[in-house]
């Protein structure tokens, strides 16, 4: 196996199983919904048009990126820690923003663990 296959299979893998092992994290009537909530928020790389070229194996997508920004991984971070129930928000935001900040957490490690390889 190359790695380059191995580094889509890892990248991929967490960008679609994780958001089904978080999703059991969740209250039962609500896991459904979370898991596909969480799935949902990698419409977030479609910032990636806005790049020329829109995708580049050397280049990190953190940082990049508007979406993917420093700034907006943290409040994507803030966004899945908020204690929803004492400021009665809608329990949905907290599966976004872990969608979220799992996505810019599986692209930094897709360029900084593998690109001794690159």
Partial sequence: MS???LRAI????????????FAQFFKREHR??????????????LDHLLATPMF??????????????????GIYA??????YEKLKLPWWIRP???????????DFQDFYLWRMWL
């Fill in 32 to 45: 459904i919904k979370a898991f596909w909530i969480m799935l949902a928020t990698m419409f977030v790389d």
């Fill in 10 to 21: 890892v990248h991929y893998g967490l960008h679609f199983l994780a958001p089904l092992l």
């Fill in 78 to 83: 803030l966004l899945s820690i908020l204690p």
């Fill in 56 to 73: 580049n194996p050397y280049r990190c997508s953190v940082g990049f990126h508007p979406l993917h920004s420093y700034f907006m991984a």
């Fill in 96 to 106: 976004i923003g872990i969608g979220l900040f799992f996505h810019m957490l599986t």
């Fill in 3 to 5: 790695i380059a296959l």
